[in-house]
């Protein structure tokens, strides 16, 4: 369950940046082109954040892996909104070909990114001993013999 909600978040992520990347003049911060880095930067968060939160590296790929078909859904309901208020005229399955096609080489580079991102973040988490008790804890009894 654990997985999923944090699979949701970096879908989220990825939704947003596709959606920014194929309508740049609907999103926040409204542009004539998307920037590269403002996208980057968004998806490096969080991965590092999903990997703060994370389990172990098994969860971390796992997450990335939920996180591409997540994204798209996002991406595919984010793009609907400004056909629904008439801001932008174009057809359903237009929208659905520019979500899935145009953003390919996001979609290719942030399992990678995610997978690497969070196993840092997981690290830094190791490093530093950041602990969330509640949030972190394992269903189960750590101390189990």
């Known amino acids: 369950m654990r997985a999923l909600a944090i699979a949701t978040f970096l879908g989220l992520a990825l939704g ?23 996208i980057l930067g968004l998806l490096l968060l969080a991965a590092v954040l999903g990997g703060l ?4 590296l098994r969860s971390s790929v796992i997450q990335a892996f939920l996180a591409l078909p ?9 793009a609907m909104s400004p056909v629904a208020t008439g801001f932008l005229e174009v057809r359903a399955d237009d929208i659905f070909s520019f979500v899935v096609r145009l953003p390919i080489p996001l979609y290719l580079l942030v399992v990678p990114l995610y997978s690497i991102f969070g ?15 509640d949030f ?6 750590r101390h189990r013999k």
Do not use: C, K, M, Q
């Open 16 to 38: 947003y940046s596709a959606f920014y990347l194929v309508f740049p003049n609907v999103s926040v911060p409204a542009s004539d082109e998307a920037s590269l880095p403002i």
């Open 53 to 56: 939160l994370t389990e172990d």
């Open 136 to 141: 972190l804890r394992p269903s189960g009894d």
């Open 119 to 133: 196993v840092i973040g997981l690290l830094i988490r190791e490093r530093f001993g950041f602990r969330s008790a």
């Open 70 to 78: 997540i994204g798209v859904v996002i991406a595919f309901s984010l």
